[in-house]
């Protein structure tokens, strides 16, 4: 795209957590106009009525979808939906040979019958699901470079394949159980009592320990990136904090292996990718990643036990800054633009 020009682009579902972010990332975006935002409300009104914050830097006003509106408005579409929408939309917004990006999950399965198992509802777009890309940019840039429709991966699954990723594709790591925790954000702006401020507060609890529909996508990715079927345990919490994810990944190793060789594994692996920390014996923490499109990687091992700790900040690495980084791809744009 011409370096003069700036490139229209519409947020879908602009006002969930992921929009909201999403909405203020592309703002600060040099490459980018928001032209057309939209959501299910009640009234149409200013975006900066419904976000006082953004007063002044986006007062354009938030409507009921309309399609051929958005079309008209828009070279890129975010679709920042509740899982099960994108599918009704996303088949007209790519007709209209419009770049969509789907922070939802519904084109993360290349097994429909997977995504019909943990969504609960009929996958009715097989034929652009054939060409969707997961949207992870350190494993599959070259694919992100040439696609139509991207796959934005879910937060849970990006930390978790990140953490994880270098030692599988060795052929290095097996009996893996990721326990995770995340703030209430990942549950998104219309959750239950459970994550209201009273019940929350200085709680803690974990959930779906077999059956969260984070766990077939992490060893979807992680099985193509390993070439092998990959096995694992997923035990997720929630934590009273309002964003961030923490992944403390216990497993062992195929063989031996020192400090030095697991350093350079990881170094070689992410040497060259903006958004990737490796920090060696260090452990990383959760305030360190908050509000970057950060995910920081540390690592200690006792004998051939290993613990890998990831963590990142969900609405931006773990869903709308991943969105963004997936768009400079496309775009032929610096990855890193309105993410530094």
């Given at each position: 795209?011409?370096a003069?020009?700036?490139?229209?682009?519409?947020v879908?579902?602009?006002?969930?957590?992921?929009g909201?972010?999403?909405?203020?990332?592309?703002?600060?975006?040099?490459?980018?106009?928001?032209?057309?935002?939209?959501?299910?409300?009640?009234?149409?009104?200013?975006?900066?009525?419904?976000?006082?914050?953004?007063?002044?830097?986006?007062?354009?006003?938030?409507?009921?979808?309309?399609?051929?509106e958005?079309?008209?408005?828009?070279?890129?579409?975010?679709?920042?939906?509740?899982?099960?929408i994108?599918?009704?939309?996303?088949?007209f917004?790519?007709?209209?040979?419009?770049?969509?990006?789907?922070?939802?999950?519904?084109?993360?399965?290349?097994?429909?019958?997977?995504?019909?198992?943990?969504?609960?509802?009929?996958?009715?777009?097989?034929?652009?699901?054939?060409?969707?890309?997961?949207?992870?940019?350190?494993?599959?840039?070259?694919?992100?470079?040439?696609?139509?429709?991207?796959?934005?991966p879910?937060?849970?699954?990006?930390?978790?394949?990140?953490?994880?990723?270098?030692?599988?594709?060795?052929?290095?790591?097996?009996?893996?159980?990721?326990?995770?925790?995340?703030?209430?954000?990942?549950?998104?702006?219309?959750?239950?009592?459970?994550?209201?401020?009273?019940?929350?507060?200085?709680?803690?609890?974990?959930?779906?320990?077999?059956?969260?529909?984070?766990?077939?996508?992490?060893?979807?990715?992680?099985?193509?990136?390993?070439?092998?079927?990959?096995?694992?345990?997923?035990s997720?919490?929630?934590?009273?904090?309002?964003?961030?994810?923490?992944?403390?990944?216990?497993?062992?190793?195929?063989?031996?292996?020192?400090?030095?060789?697991?350093?350079?594994?990881?170094?070689?692996?992410?040497?060259?990718?903006?958004?990737?920390?490796?920090?060696?014996?260090?452990?990383?923490?959760?305030?360190?990643?908050?509000?970057?499109?950060?995910?920081?990687?540390?690592?200690?091992?006792?004998?051939?036990n290993?613990?890998?700790v990831?963590?990142?900040?969900?609405?931006?690495?773990?869903?709308?800054?991943?969105?963004?980084?997936?768009?400079?791809?496309?775009?032929?744009?610096?990855?890193?633009l309105?993410?530094l």
């Amino acid at each position: 795209m011409a370096a003069d020009t700036k490139t229209n682009v519409a947020v879908i579902g602009a006002t969930g957590f992921t929009g909201e972010k999403l909405i203020e990332l592309l703002l600060g975006h040099p490459r980018v106009t928001v032209s057309y935002i939209s959501a299910k409300i009640d009234k149409e009104c200013a975006f900066s009525e419904i976000f006082p914050h953004f007063k002044g830097r986006l007062d354009i006003i938030c409507k009921n979808l309309d399609m051929e509106e958005a079309v008209s408005k828009a070279q890129v579409i975010f679709l920042a939906l509740p899982h099960k929408i994108s599918l009704e939309i996303a088949p007209f917004f790519l007709k209209k040979k419009k770049i969509v990006i789907d922070l939802s999950a519904d084109y993360r399965f290349k097994d429909v019958a997977v995504y019909e198992q943990y969504y609960k509802t009929t996958h009715t777009d097989s034929a652009n699901l054939r060409n969707a890309v997961y949207g992870l940019p350190e494993f599959y840039r070259d694919a992100i470079k040439k696609t139509q429709l991207v796959a934005n991966p879910g937060c849970y699954p990006t930390v978790s394949i990140l953490s994880t990723a270098p030692l599988l594709k060795a052929k290095l790591l097996e009996n893996i159980i990721i326990d995770a925790k995340s703030g209430i954000t990942g549950a998104g702006r219309h959750a239950s009592l459970a994550y209201h401020f009273a019940h929350l507060h200085g709680n803690l609890f974990s959930y779906k320990p077999f059956g969260h529909q984070h766990l077939p996508e992490i060893t979807q990715i992680l099985s193509d990136i390993a070439k092998t079927k990959v096995q694992l345990r997923f035990s997720p919490h929630v934590i009273p904090a309002e964003r961030g994810i923490l992944a403390t990944i216990h497993g062992q190793l195929t063989k031996a292996m020192d400090i030095k060789e697991l350093n350079a594994l990881y170094t070689q692996c992410y040497e060259h990718e903006p958004f990737v920390r490796f920090l060696g014996q260090q452990l990383p923490q959760l305030k360190d990643v908050i509000e970057t499109n950060c995910c920081d990687i540390g690592l200690q091992t006792e004998g051939k036990n290993i613990v890998i700790v990831g963590t990142i900040d969900n609405l931006i690495k773990g869903a709308s800054g991943q969105a963004i980084q997936n768009m400079n791809i496309i775009c032929g744009w610096d990855e890193t633009l309105g993410l530094l």
